[in-house]
Each structure stands twice: as C-alpha cells, then as structure tokens.
C-alpha cells in the first residue's frame, strides 16, 4: 500500500512539473519567431489554479472515506475557507495559504 502512495505522489509530481515546464519550452520556441499565440498564454495562465486543483483533489481523495467525522469536518473546513477567501482575494496563493492553515488548525484541534 506504501508503495502505491509513493508511486502516484511521484506520478502528481511529474505531471505537474510537466504541465509547467512543456508550455514554457513551446512558448520559447515560439518566441524566436516573435510569435505571439494567445491560446497558449491563456492556457499557461490556467496551469497555476489547474496544479492547485490537481493538488487538492489528490490530498482530498483520502477524505472522502474518512474514518472520522472530525477528519471529513477539516477538509470542509478547509474547502469553506478557500472559497471565502477566494471571493476576497484576486490570486490563488491567499486562499491556498488559508486554506492549508485552516486545515493545519482544525486537524490539531478538532478531537480525532
């Protein structure tokens, strides 16, 4: 089972370091023609909240079958608090931040 775990966090980890640094090699050939290809900048854009995504539903996965409520609550928490500070906050750094912090919280303090 361990090495289940190891072997699709090394998989996330590839693909995510892929989904950013394929779009930059393309972009630089590209550039040499002093070509600019507005649907590749707005799917560079997108990579960023994608990977943020991709990271969430990874470490959610093991929540939707929760042992205990107080670990589904801390997940709902966190979700809860991404989406408020999102609706405040223009980047996706913010919410991400208060979301882990709000989960790092609510897992230490909620009783297990």
């Known amino acids: 089972m361990t090495s289940d775990i190891l072997?699709?966090?090394a998989a996330a980890g590839l693909a995510t370091f892929l989904m950013r640094l394929l779009p930059i090699l393309v972009?630089?050939?590209?550039?040499t023609f002093k070509v600019r290809h507005p649907r590749l900048d707005r799917t560079v854009a997108g990579l960023g909240p994608a990977a943020v995504i991709a990271f969430l539903t990874l470490t959610l996965v093991p929540y939707f079958t929760a042992d205990t409520a107080a670990q589904a609550a801390a997940a709902a928490l966190a979700i809860l608090a991404?989406?408020?500070?999102?609706?405040?906050a223009t980047g996706i750094a913010l919410p991400t931040l208060i979301g882990a912090s709000v989960y790092g919280v609510a897992v230490t303090y909620l009783p297990m």
């Open 7 to 9: 072997w699709i966090a």
């Open 82 to 88: 991404i989406a408020a500070t999102r609706r405040i």
């Open 27 to 31: 972009n630089r050939r590209f550039m």
